[in-house]
C-alpha cells in the first residue's frame, strides 16, 4: 500500500527530476502550460516582483498588507529553506502535499502525448498558477525566479512591477555587466503598467526609467518619489516614518536590518499605487500587514540558548548590508561565523565583509555539490589576509553544517552571538538540524535539489 509519505515523496523527486532540462530562460514552454490549463494566470490580480535581492522581504510584506486588508492572496515565492511546500502559499498558509500530488500529477497528464519538456520552475510556476485560480485567490504577489524578462513568471500582466535593487548575481545566465542585468530585470515592466525601483545606482535608475518611459509606464523612484527614515531598530523589527502620497509615522515591520527599510517603503508605495488605481486599501491595513510579516531566512533568530540567528545574504551586495545590521543590532557581541557558500558564487566578495565582524570562523558546506569546500573557502580568506584586510579571527574547517553548529556551541560564551550566512542551502539546514521547520520534510528535499538556489 502506497502511503501519503510516498505519493508525496515521489512526487517531489520528480519536479526535481525536471532539472534534467536545465534552466531555459524563455516563456513559450510557461505560454503552453497556461493554455493546456486554461489560462489560470488570468483569473486574479497580481504583483510582479524582480531585484537581485530584497523580493522575497518585498513579497511578503505585500501579501501581508493585502492579506489584513480582507483579500485571499496567493503568494510565490523561491527558493525554499527546508520544504518545496514554502514555495506556494494563500494567506500565509503553504500548499498541502496532497495539492502538491495532485496537481503535479494532472499537470504530468495533460503533459502525455505533447512535446513539451518543463524546466523544473516552468512547472512549478504553472503549479502555482493552476493553485492560485482554483482557489480563487483575489490578488497572487508573484516572484520571479531569475531575471525577469524571459523568467517563467513573466506571462501575467500585473497591475504594479517592482524591481528591487540590482546587483551583480547569476551573471552566467543574466549578462556580466549591471546594465545587462538590469536590462533583463526590466522585462516584467509592462506598456502602462506603473514600476517602482528601491535601486539606490543612479545608472540603474536611469535605465530603468528610459525603458519604462517608452512603454509609457510611470517610474516610482526610493529616495526621489518616496522615501523613509528609520527611527529604530532590534533583533526582531524596524520602526520607520514613512513619506510618499501620505505619510505614515512609526510603522513597524516584523523583520530587521537596515536594509528592510527599503522594502518595507516599496511594498507601501506599492499599496498606494494600487490605492490610487482604485482598490480599497486602509491605513490600517499597512500597519497590521508590516507588523505580521512571516518570513524565514532573513537576520533570523532560530535559537535562544545558544543564540543563533541565520541569513541567506548570498552575494556580496546582501553579505555587506548583513554585516553592517549585524554590528549595529549587537555592537557588544563577539560574533562566531559559520558559512556555506556555493562555489558558482562571488565566495570572495561574500567572505569579504562577513570575516572583517567575526571573532570565530567556521567553515563549511551544506549538503550539495555545488558546495564550495570548506578549503576552498579558507583559501580565499587567506588571499584576504595577503591583499591586506586585516583578519584575526581563529578559523575551523567542517564538512557537515550538525558538526558546524557543534563547533559553534563549545565555542560561544555569553558575549558571543553565532551567525549562519552565505547560502540558503546553508541556512534551511540548520533549521533541519534544530528542529525548527516546524513541517515534516522528506529525506529527498533534505538532500536537497540541484536546482540554481540563492
Known amino acids: 500500500m502506497t502511503t501519503d509519505f510516498q505519493k508525496y515523496d515521489s512526487t517531489v523527486s520528480y519536479l526535481y ?19 493546456l490549463l486554461g489560462g489560470p494566470h488570468k483569473a486574479f490580480r497580481t504583483v510582479h516582483i524582480a531585484g537581485t535581492n530584497g523580493k522575497g522581504s518585498t513579497s511578503a510584506a505585500i501579501a501581508s498588507i493585502l492579506r489584513e486588508n480582507g483579500f485571499k492572496v496567493g503568494l510565490f515565492t523561491s527558493p525554499h529553506l527546508v520544504s518545496f511546500t514554502e514555495r506556494i502559499r494563500i494567506n500565509g498558509q503553504r500548499i498541502e502535499e496532497s495539492e502538491v500530488i495532485n496537481i503535479a500529477a494532472m499537470i504530468r497528464d495533460l503533459l502525455t502525448g505533447t512535446d513539451l519538456n518543463p524546466t523544473f520552475f516552468e512547472f512549478v510556476t504553472a503549479m502555482a498558477f493552476y493553485y492560485f485560480a482554483q482557489n480563487k485567490v483575489d490578488w497572487a504577489v508573484i516572484e520571479t525566479g531569475m531575471g525577469g524578462r524571459l523568467d517563467s513568471t513573466n506571462v501575467i500582466l500585473p497591475e504594479v512591477s517592482i524591481i528591487t535593487n540590482i546587483s551583480l548575481d547569476h551573471c552566467e545566465f543574466l549578462g556580466e555587466s549591471i546594465s545587462d542585468i538590469t536590462f533583463e530585470k526590466a522585462g516584467i515592466i509592462k506598456p502602462g503598467v506603473p514600476v517602482i525601483t528601491s535601486s539606490a545606482n543612479p545608472e540603474v535608475v536611469q535605465q530603468l526609467s528610459e525603458i519604462a518611459g517608452s512603454l509609457g509606464s510611470a517610474v516610482h523612484v526610493y529616495g526621489k518619489d518616496f522615501k523613509g527614515v528609520l527611527t529604530a531598530m532590534d533583533y526582531k523589527q524596524i520602526d520607520f516614518d514613512y513619506s510618499g502620497y501620505n505619510n505614515y509615522g512609526n510603522l513597524s515591520m516584523s523583520l530587521s536590518g537596515r536594509y528592510q527599510l527599503y522594502n518595507a517603503c516599496t511594498a507601501v508605495r506599492a499599496c498606494e499605487i494600487l490605492r490610487e488605481k482604485g482598490f480599497t486599501i486602509s491605513d490600517g491595513s499597512i500597519r497590521r500587514g508590516l507588523l505580521n510579516i512571516k518570513l524565514e531566512g532573513r537576520l533570523e533568530k532560530v535559537s535562544d540558548s545558544p543564540p543563533i540567528f541565520i541569513d541567506g545574504a548570498h552575494n556580496p551586495e546582501a553579505a555587506a548590508s548583513l554585516a553592517e545590521s549585524v554590528r549595529e543590532l549587537f555592537p557588544d557581541k563577539k560574533i562566531i561565523l559559520i558559512v556555506g557558500v556555493m562555489d558558482d558564487k562571488d565566495v570572495n566578495g561574500v567572505l569579504g ?53 557543534n563547533i559553534a556551541k563549545d565555542l560561544c560564551r555569553d558575549d558571543n552571538i553565532i551567525l549562519v550566512t552565505g547560502s540558503f542551502y546553508t541556512t534551511g539546514e540548520v533549521k533541519e538540524v534544530l528542529g525548527t521547520t516546524g513541517v515534516f520534510t522528506t529525506l529527498r528535499e533534505q538532500l536537497k535539489s540541484t536546482e540554481v538556489k540563492k
Do not use: F, W
Open 17 to 35: 527530476s525536471l532539472q534534467k532540462h536545465g534552466i531555459k530562460l524563455g516563456l513559450e514552454n510557461t505560454k503552453s502550460l497556461m493554455g
Open 353 to 405: 565583509p562577513l570575516v572583517r565582524i567575526a571573532e570565530s570562523i567556521i567553515l563549511t558546506k551544506p549538503r550539495y555539490d555545488r558546495a564550495a569546500s570548506p578549503e576552498r573557502l579558507e583559501n580565499i580568506i587567506i588571499g584576504l589576509k595577503e591583499s591586506g584586510m586585516n583578519i584575526t579571527s581563529s578559523i575551523t574547517k567542517t564538512d557537515d553544517i550538525s558538526s558546524a553548529l
